[in-house]
């Protein structure tokens, strides 16, 4: 598989599928929040009760309505068997990712309702006898969701309350055993952006890139039970192993095809570099 292709695999999503949501401005505006698959208005019609019409081309919630429907969906949703569980996590709600924040949603129901959601990732590296070597994480094996598969040394979503940076040195912690000390030294370099479709709904990222540099000799740790494991790879192992069979979340792939185009040059193979650039940043159309 091509680095394109896999770009275009975390792409992959039928916006006719869905209905916009969101609420009327005091000024009698639209403002979208997210996007509510079809076949949902029909099978859980009377949990969505508080729009003002589910047969309008865009559904209406009035502002002061919003978190009450928020959180009596939630336990619905988790008794209606429609999600396997809350995660406990408060992500903001808004109509876009850096908006003000409207209400706040268990993370579970955020690609339910198709609402825009950001997370941290970090490229983690280190230097060996002068070569760059990406430390990657194996997902532990019970994770509810990409049990086993190759990840970023450290990303988590951004909940709400959190600052980007602060997040980051939580994730470390967490994840990888990095103290404080060094996880405060992350650089922020980008985003990747991309919408993705699965049976939750659909889901509009932001991931915030952030590379961290660690000493030689640092080995990163599981700590929260999140990872299996922890290895170092070349980044020409990186590459090929992106370009391979899928064992990466596909996510974090992005990030890591984000970090080969800004590390290496004309020495490493990865294709249309100028293409992967741009599709590294794709958003709703809306």
Same mark, same amino acid.
């Given at each position: ?18 209905r ?14 997210g996007?509510?698959?079809e ?16 047969d309008?081309e ?11 429907? /928020?959180?009596?969906?939630?336990? +619905? #949703?988790? &008794?209606?068997?429609?999600? $396997?569980?809350?995660? %406990? *996590? ?13 209400a ?80 405060t ?15 939750s709904?659909?889901?509009?990222d932001? /991931?915030?890139?952030?590379?961290? +540099? #660690?000493? &030689?000799?640092?080995?990163? $740790?599981?700590?929260? %039970? *999140? ?22 979340k ?12 800004r ?24």
């Amino acid at each position: 598989m091509t680095l394109n292709a896999r770009i275009l695999a975390a792409n992959t999503h039928d916006r006719s599928r869905y209905r916009r949501w969101g609420l009327r401005t005091a000024a009698g505006e639209f403002r979208r929040v997210g996007h509510l698959r079809e076949d949902r208005l029909v099978e859980d019609r009377e949990l969505l009760s508080a729009f003002q019409s589910l047969d309008a081309e865009e559904l209406v919630l009035a502002p002061e309505a919003l978190q009450p429907f /928020l959180d009596g969906l939630a336990p +619905e #949703l988790l &008794a209606r068997e429609r999600i $396997a569980e809350l995660s %406990g *996590e408060m992500f903001p709600v808004w109509s876009a990712v850096g908006d003000s924040v409207l209400a706040s949603v268990d993370r579970r129901l955020v690609a339910w309702l198709g609402i825009p959601a950001s997370g941290v990732h970090v490229n983690v590296f280190r230097y060996i006898d002068g070569e760059l070597q990406v430390w990657i994480a194996r997902r532990a094996l019970d994770k509810l969701l990409f049990p086993g598969q190759l990840d970023n040394a450290v990303a988590g979503g951004q909940p709400v309350g959190l600052g980007l940076a602060e997040n980051v040195v939580k994730e470390c912690g967490e994840e990888a055993g990095i103290p404080v000390e060094l996880a405060t030294q992350a650089e922020p370099v980008g985003v990747v952006q991309y919408v993705f479709e699965n049976d939750s709904g659909l889901k509009p990222d932001t /991931l915030y890139c952030f590379d961290l +540099e #660690l000493p &030689a000799d640092f080995v990163p $740790a599981p700590v929260d %039970g *999140e990872v299996d494991s922890f290895r170092s790879v070349s980044l020409t192992e990186l590459r090929d192993l992106l370009a391979g069979e899928p064992v990466f979340k596909f996510n974090s792939a992005l990030v890591c095809i984000d970090f080969l185009l800004r590390r290496t040059g004309d020495e490493l193979d990865l294709g249309d570099r100028e293409s992967l650039q741009a599709s590294l940043r794709r958003r709703l159309d809306d």
